[in-house]
């Protein structure tokens, strides 16, 4: 089967591969993708054991890297692929970035911004959750499993 390189299930696939290298690391395995005109323009995976850093969240990692490239802090005409659904810290800071579209694979029942009842994303952001979300699902369960052992 051939995959359209510039379809969101590309990229999602992309952050998929960005999730692997987190668990090949052993960080919690999440990754994200930043587009902007179809192009990636930056890639972020979990960090937070090997920085001693909470902040170290692959969507913090691809938004810094992302505003690098384009040279300024709005995010307003790119995409964030992400492999699990954005905690509170993350969306704010997608808030900031102005982000206009997040599309995310697995729901965080735990953790996820869309527990909260209040408004944390920008207005302007487009948000879709589900792709790819048993992919996602089971890197996530196949890391914890392996860490319960």
Known sequence: MKINI??????MLKALEEAQKA????????GAIITCEN??????HNYVQHLNDVTAHAE???????ADYIGGKYLN?????????PCIMCAGA????????????????KN???LQESRILHPKTKI???????????????FFKSKRK
């Open 6 to 11: 510039k379809s969101d299930k590309y990229f």
């Open 23 to 30: 668990f090949d690391v052993e960080e919690v395995p999440v």
């Open 39 to 44: 192009q990636i323009i930056a890639r972020g």
């Open 60 to 66: 913090m990692q691809a938004f810094t890297s992302a």
């Open 77 to 85: 005409e790119c995409t964030l692929y992400v492999t699990l659904e």
């Open 94 to 109: 997608s808030f900031w970035t102005q982000i206009s579209r997040i599309v995310i694979g697995a729901r965080d029942l």
């Open 112 to 114: 996820g911004f869309s």
């Open 128 to 142: 879709e959750f589900g792709l790819l979300e048993e992919d996602s699902k089971k890197l996530l369960q196949d």
